[in-house]
């Protein structure tokens, strides 16, 4: 009996993530991603369409736009004062429009990203959000293996 995806499966698996601007995250060049289905390393819509899959399972699913990963917040695009951007990290850095910057979570356990989206002398404006969301996507899986 082929192995089956449940709400709480240990799964090693190759997935692609894509949006209107292209990939977001492909593993198909590199090593497979493992991960624990219950444990929030991928959004909750994301895990709910591999349930079920059985190891071996090669399938792409296109997802309405907002439902993988919500919709757009503008809440979460904020000014980020410089001073505080040299204290988190490289005082010298130069940002650049587009670039993908990782900071700190307020524990210091972890790390979330903003992409930023404007500059200017005294701070830079960052987009926290997930880049897809607000996005269709497709998601692309190859189940490799499943405990």
Known sequence: ????????????LHYRLSGNKGDVINTF???PATLTLGASELSPALESRLL?????AHVTLDI???????PKNPEMQQWVKRALLAKLGDPLEVYQVGDVVQFPTPNGEG??????MDISDSAIQFDFNHPL???AVVFEVKVLGVL
């Open 1 to 12: 009996m082929t192995p089956r995806i449940d709400a709480h499966s240990f799964v090693t």
């Open 29 to 31: 060049q590199d090593k």
């Open 52 to 56: 079920g899959l059985e190891e071996g």
């Open 64 to 70: 309405a736009a907002g439902d993988a990963f919500g």
């Open 111 to 116: 790390q979330y990203a903003g992409t930023v």
């Open 133 to 135: 969301a607000g996005e």
